[in-house]
């Protein structure tokens, strides 16, 4: 199987993941009930459980519950450790590729649509454009433009 596509119920921000309780920190309750709900939804849609150790590319259409706006990125993280936990991949870590976009709005919930396929099994096409950003390529234009790069 070289893909996998499901849709996920709306993520809580991930500044709102995690909470300060007396000098303790803990996943929020909105984390913890998305946690769980992205383990349903992957039950229910019978999405098959650590099917590939390869290398991953992941895109993620975001539908908005609302005509809000919202910081696209601040949603990535929770989706990635939730679809990791409902064991859809392996780990966050094989993930080489994310393409994110912005979908319609899609009431009263929202949803995000999770496609996953093996890097591998990529159009060539795309394939060239990762292999060209390098790190390599990306700190020589890094240090041409003044950057510094902190590893």
Not at 48 to 57: E, G
Request: proline share 5%; with cysteine; aromatic share 8%.
């Amino acid at each position: 199987m070289a893909s996998v596509t499901c849709e996920l119920p709306w993520p809580p921000s991930a500044n709102h993941a995690w909470r300060a309780v007396d000098g303790k920190v803990h996943r929020s309750e909105p984390y913890r009930d998305y946690k769980k709900a992205v383990g349903d939804s992957v039950l229910e849609q019978r999405v098959r459980r650590h099917w590939t150790t390869d290398r991953l590319a992941i895109g993620l259409v975001f539908y908005p519950p609302n005509a809000r706006t919202f910081d696209i990125d601040n949603r990535v993280k929770t989706v990635l450790d939730c679809l990791m936990h409902a064991g859809v991949i392996l780990d966050d870590r094989f993930v080489d590729v994310i393409v994110l976009a912005r979908g319609s709005v899609h009431a009263p919930h929202g949803a995000v649509l999770a496609h996953i396929q093996e890097l591998s099994t990529l159009d060539v096409q795309f394939s060239a454009i990762v292999d060209a950003l390098t790190p390599t390529r990306l700190d020589a234009r890094a240090y041409d433009r003044g950057v510094t790069i902190v590893r």
